[in-house]
């Protein structure tokens, strides 16, 4: 019998996906004329499923230099990926717009010595960049308006923020602001929970050279007026905001639990009876250190959303108007803006566990205060008919006051302001976090006293941190001494505090309060010659500066610490005077109760004299142009987000 012709073959100790071995051989070192690959091969590249963590940990691990030898290949697959999303063939289309996320978010975010020339000459070549772009965007255009299903499309928008996040600093992506994606990605919407990526994509290119060129994205945000697209933007932004809340309370609980029989029993001492709850998970972190860093994690890149919140909310006050006022879909549910607002509250509470949430935390505040700065949309703020419940950080004491109702959105504006000051002092003080804070309770004062609006809150904690302030600039005053916001930040605190003082009885609900506020003055009042010492340099005429107070107040920074030294010496000299009438008259303790306090205070209004103190409750307002540094750290912050989203 003759042999046979076939010889047997060892089993491999493993088996190996074949899309493996076409990587390797697409990304091998070889010379541009042995990197022309035939139609057989990208058919079969791009019918198999990608694999994304191999072709990741392959590009990971090759260097500039060496994608820069095979360039030929690399254009190759560029190209040819561009053809497979513009044929809309089935499995073909998906597995190119995979493959390109990946490529585009790890070749991309490599460092080179002449970005812009040599990612082209990596994606394209400097003869065929125009051609090949404009068939890539057109694509990407295509595939995101017109695309089959709702997964597809949105692999193409992150195809879109790979190359607009890892080409932000070149000129490639000027191909997206010359064609107009914003009526594709607004078909991309209709679900809030698959909202983030099209608005992301959006708010990344409404940034693009903003300052430097006319951008026509940022041109869609002024003029768009359609109401039901600007609520699916918001329902989505609501949906981000809740989703990126939750990721705090997943590391600690801050809601206590109500009553419970488990919970009397461990108080009278019985708990061996009571049920067990075991089948209960904790969701408390295992461990203060754990917990620490598990919060400087957050918030995660989700919050880039943020970013297009402000440039919506700054371009268009429809969509301002709408964010605020939407209402809950279920009675379950939270508002749109209550997210934003419970959020923010959050990411302040633990600003200062990274310059990513002081970032992310100074660009929130900054959109309240675009919102309070619209006499339209404050009056709102302040009226009973938008009240609403929103849920705010408590995982650290001191912790907030609890209330149980709904409130005006500026009882929250004031809480999560005073929740700031009190968990962010550190010696390294972030100042621009703490003027941008200042600013939010002078402008909701400033509309109070503007409205002559008596409004109830719970005022004596928030004269309690304002001075709790004033105690630590004045003892870690060296620390802060040099920094080149300070005069801003003496500004504003000076500001507000004697606004307080000077008009809370315009604004302030009853006398108790505003008699609570001088008594606190007093009690500190010997803070306030140290802290004008401490700042001398900033008391002197030529430093004011017009950052924070307009330019009509007549008030300098000198008059207002002296108007609230004069307040304090002159309710003091009272009050030791009443305590000399008591020990008089009487052998036992020379305090005096909190009645006799009052009176004493009330009384000394009519021979209080302070300077005058005009304009007060004027204000500078929101001016992009003036804070571009700001706003540009926070697109740059916003782009290293989208880029880590897109790639995890």
Known sequence: MDASPLTRQNRPGS????????????????????????????????????????????????????????????????????ARINSGNGGADESALDTLTVFLNIVLAKRYTNPSSEIIALLAGLDQVDTCFLHFVDAIESVIGLGG???????????????????????????????????????????????????LLL???????????????????????????????????????????????????DIEEGWTLSNTLKYIGLGVLAPS???????????IDDSKELFSTLPETDACILLPIYDFTNANKLFANTFITHPVDTPKN????????????????????????TLYGHLNLITVRILLEDQSLCTKIF?????????????????????????PLAATLF??????????????????????????????????????????YHWPLLWQTLLSLLRFLTTYADA????????????????????????????????????????????????LPRFKSAFSHLFRPSTVTPTTMDPHVSASPSTLIDTLTIVSDHFTSLLEEEKGKSSTFSSGSKNLSPKEVSRVIRKGYESLRVPETEGLERWVRWREVDEKGLVKKAGRQAVEDARRLVGS
């Open 15 to 82: 088996f190996q996906p074949k899309i493996h071995l076409l990587y390797e051989q697409l990304f091998e070192a070889h010379d541009d004329a042995e990197s022309d690959f035939d139609d057989g091969f990208w058919r079969e590249f791009f019918l198999l499923r990608p694999d994304k963590a191999n072709l990741r940990r392959l590009l990971e691990h090759t260097s500039v230099d060496d994608l820069l030898q095979i360039q030929g290949a690399t254009q190759q697959l560029f190209r040819q990926a561009v």
């Open 149 to 199: 299903s709702a997964e597809i499309r949105q692999k193409a928008v992150e195809v879109a923020i790979a190359l607009t996040a890892g080409a932000y600093q070149t000129s490639l992506v000027s191909y997206f602001t010359h064609r107009d994606l914003f009526p594709s990605l607004m078909t991309n919407i209709d679900d809030p929970h698959q909202g983030l990526r099209p608005i």
């Open 203 to 253: 708010g990344l290119l409404a940034n693009y050279n903003k300052f430097e060129l006319r951008n026509p994205y940022r041109s869609r945000f002024e003029d768009f007026v359609n109401n039901a697209a600007i609520q699916k933007i918001i329902l989505a932004i609501g949906s981000v905001c809740s989703r990126s809340r939750d990721l705090y309370v997943a590391i600690q609980e």
């Open 277 to 287: 709850r075991s089948s209960t998970p904790t969701r408390i972190a295992p461990g």
């Open 334 to 357: 939270e508002t749109p803006f209550s997210a934003f607002l419970s959020l923010t509250s959050y990411v302040l509470h633990h600003a200062y566990r990274s310059p990513r949430s």
């Open 383 to 407: 009226s009973p008919d938008f009240s609403i419940a929103v849920r705010l950080c408590r995982q650290r004491p001191p912790f907030l006051p609890k209330t149980s109702t709904l409130r």
């Open 415 to 456: 809480d999560i302001a005073i929740d700031t000051i009190t968990h962010n002092l550190r010696r390294r003080l972030s100042v621009p976090l703490y003027i941008a804070t200042l600013n939010i309770i002078h402008r909701l004062l400033s509309y109070l006293l503007m409205t002559r609006t008596r409004f109830s």
């Open 480 to 527: 802060i001494r040099h920094d080149p916001d300070l005069p801003a930040l003496i500004d504003s605190f000076l500001a507000v505090l004697s606004l307080a003082v000077c008009s809370g009885e315009i604004f302030l609900p009853d006398n108790e309060v505003y008699d609570d506020l001088f008594y606190k003055i007093v009690e500190n009042g010997h803070l």
